[in-house]
T-cell receptor
Framework: AQSVTQLDSQVPVFEEAPVELRCNYS??????LFWYVQYPNQGLQLLLK??????LVESINGFEAEFNKSQTSFHLRKPSVHISDTAEYFC???????????FGAGTRLFVKA | DSGVTQTPKHLITATGQRVTLRCSPR?????VYWYQQSLDQGLQFLIQ???????AKGNILERFSAQQFPDLHSELNLSSLELGDSALYFC???????????FGPGTRLTVT
């Protein structure tokens, strides 16, 4: 069965430092990949997605993720974080021919001043 | 604002009761998804509908049921409620099953 593993449940980091949130998935077929962000007391919002084409995808607020098919990974990175990036981040995967999107357990990013 | 609306925002009820959560998808979206989020279980996929038909089922209990109506809004019915059903329930919608999901603000259910 398809699964998504977010290797870190919590990531504390200082403001302006770089960060990487790791995501690995298990699937032997073609997939769509997503990162969602959930700010406190809000619903999830799409941060970025990989459907096809370039393996490096970027969001409007400086995050990027790279699809690595051989390592079945889709790690999220940001070179310099802000206090406002404090949130929970969810990696999600969906088989291109399937119906169900599988979400990881989430990584709580905590940015300290 | 994602364009997905959920009512009510908060719901407090007693064990054994039945509640109905309502979701209106974004205009034009045919797919509706329901999720349960709790501290101990994380985000759990419950069920998905596409244009009125059930498409996928996740970890949905038999006490829970859902439907999508012809106007595409959806309802999640939770019955014989238990303390452990206390959670945030999110609805999401998408244009098609290949596209990203847009989440509503959630309904916080507290069972006492």
């Amino acid at each position: 069965a398809q699964s998504v593993t977010q290797l870190d449940s919590q990531v504390p980091v200082f403001e302006e430092a770089p960060v990487e949130l790791r995501c690995n998935y298990s699937s032997s077929v073609s997939v769509y990949l997503f990162w969602y962000v959930q700010y406190p007391n809000q619903g999830l919002q799409l941060l970025l997605k990989y459907l096809s084409g370039s393996t490096l995808v970027e969001s409007i607020n400086g995050f990027e993720a790279e699809f690595n098919k051989s390592q079945t990974s889709f790690h999220l990175r940001k070179p310099s974080v802000h206090i406002s990036d404090t949130a929970e981040y969810f990696c999600a995967v969906k088989d291109t021919g399937g119906f169900k999107t599988i979400f990881g357990a989430g990584t709580r990013l905590f940015v300290k001043a | 604002d994602s364009g997905v609306t959920q009512t009510p925002k908060h719901l407090i009820t007693a064990t054994g009761q039945r509640v109905t959560l309502r979701c209106s998808p974004r205009s034009g979206d045919l797919s509706v998804y329901w999720y349960q989020q709790s501290l101990d279980q994380g985000l759990q996929f419950l069920i998905q509908y596409y244009n009125g038909e059930e498409r996928a089922k996740g970890n949905i209990l038999e006490r829970f049921s859902a439907q999508q109506f012809p106007d595409l809004h959806s309802e999640l019915n939770l019955s014989s409620l238990e303390l452990g059903d206390s959670a945030l329930y999110f609805c999401a919608s998408s244009v098609s099953e290949a596209e990203e999901q847009y989440f509503g603000p959630g309904t916080r259910l507290t069972v006492t």
